[in-house]
Antibody, heavy 123, light 106 residues
Framework: EVQLLESGGGLVQPGGSLRLSCAASGFAFSSYTMGWVRQAPGKGLEWVSAIRAGGDITSYAGSVKGRFAISRDNSKNTLYLQMDSLRAEDTALYFC????????????????WGQGTLVTVSS | DIQMTQSPSTLSASIGDRVTITCRASQNVNSWLAWYQQKPGKAPNLMIYKASTLESGVPSRFSGSGSGTEFTLTITSLQPDDFASYYCLQYNNYATFGQGTKVEIK
């Protein structure tokens, strides 16, 4: 059974940093693209970032580019999101997501989601 | 960036009703479109991908159609478990969600 367990959320001041983690199990983590999607309280879904299976190719939404960094440790089956220069508008529930495959030709939708970790940016 | 416009924002329906939700893309996304169901306090759940392919385990009353810039999600006979929010997702170019449709009890 695929399981994605996020951690690392919390309250942080504007301009601060936070590192989210996602522990994956139940599948061959190193073979799949992984990503993050967020949802502000009472709002819709927003794709944040993705990283290919080998960790060599990353992509970001324009709203976080230059401030967030996605990475992965395939030896630990863990995905990360380093969030710097946080703003109030980054307040959201952050979901870890799994893609159905990796590499060119892969359909880039999300087939599994974690339950999310809440990030609140406020003074 | 590709914008996704979903309608309606809210839909009131009764058990047994046929329900249709529309998603329009600001440019051609071919068939690279998925639909998700989300219940309050839960993560989204994949329902359909590649515009019309039903995810394993999803009831056959759900169906998707369309290509290019216009897509629909149809529920042929609404059941109590279907009251939720629904989101479309284009993944032709990065990923963009529609703003969501809340299906509520009439």
């Amino acid at each position: 059974e695929v399981q994605l367990l996020e951690s690392g959320g919390g309250l942080v001041q504007p301009g601060g940093s936070l590192r989210l983690s996602c522990a994956a199990s139940g599948f061959a983590f190193s073979s799949y693209t992984m990503g993050w999607v967020r949802q502000a309280p009472g709002k819709g879904l927003e794709w944040v970032s993705a990283i290919r299976a080998g960790g060599d190719i990353t992509s970001y939404a324009g709203s976080v580019k230059g401030r967030f960094a996605i990475s992965r440790d395939n030896s630990k089956n863990t995905l990360y999101l380093q969030m710097d220069s946080l703003r109030a508008e980054d307040t959201a529930l952050y979901f870890c997501t799994k893609y159905p495959c990796s590499g060119s030709g892969c359909q880039n939708y999300f087939d599994y989601w974690g339950q999310g970790t809440l990030v609140t940016v406020s003074s | 960036d590709i914008q996704m416009t979903q309608s309606p924002s809210t839909l009131s329906a009764s058990i047994g009703d046929r329900v249709t939700i529309t998603c329009r893309a600001s440019q051609n996304v071919n068939s690279w479109l998925a639909w998700y169901q989300q219940k309050p306090g839960k993560a989204p759940n994949l329902m359909i991908y590649k515009a019309s392919t039903l995810e394993s385990g999803v009831p056959s009353r759900f169906s998707g159609s369309g290509s290019g810039t216009e897509f629909t999600l149809t529920i042929t006979s609404l059941q109590p478990d279907d009251f939720a929010s629904y989101y479309c997702l284009q993944y032709n170019n990065y990923a963009t969600f529609g703003q969501g449709t809340k299906v509520e009890i009439k």
